[in-house]
């Protein structure tokens, strides 16, 4: 079982920075892909950013590329999202993910992910 816990989402103007942190335990070793998805309200989950713990490899949403930058601090287990030139269109609350699949095909998808933060909100106005 994995527990991930998020912080340092916020309000922002745009054009701003914020940094988000992704506090892992339990068996996170065993998830090869982790990363961040968002929701508006009224919108679907999406991707933003999924890192292939394995190959070494990021996916990016094609509207953060670019601006946002997904990374792993393994002895801390902690994932961080830098986010910058924030837009309003960025608003939504980030979830924190990992998933144990091989493989999949689309990583950005939320179908293939088991283990889920309680998420944290960013507002960019």
């Known amino acids: 079982q994995v527990q991930l816990v998020e912080s340092g989402g916020g309000s922002v103007q745009a054009g701003g920075s914020l940094r988000l942190s992704c506090a892992a335990s339990?068996?996170?070793?065993?998830?090869?892909?982790v990363g961040w998805f968002r929701q508006a309200p009224g919108k679907e989950r999406e991707g933003v950013a999924i890192?292939?713990?394995?190959?070494?490899?990021?996916t990016y949403a094609d509207s953060v590329k670019g601006r946002f930058t997904v990374s792993r601090d393994n002895a801390k287990k902690r994932l961080y999202l830098q986010m910058n030139s924030l837009k309003p269109e960025d608003t939504a609350m980030y979830y924190c993910a990992a998933s144990g699949a091989t493989f999949m095909s689309n990583p950005l998808s939320a179908q293939d992910y088991s283990d889920w933060g309680q998420g944290t909100q960013v507002t960019v106005s």
């Open positions: 890192l292939d713990t394995e190959r070494h490899y990021t």
């Open positions: 339990g068996f996170i070793d065993s998830r090869k892909f």
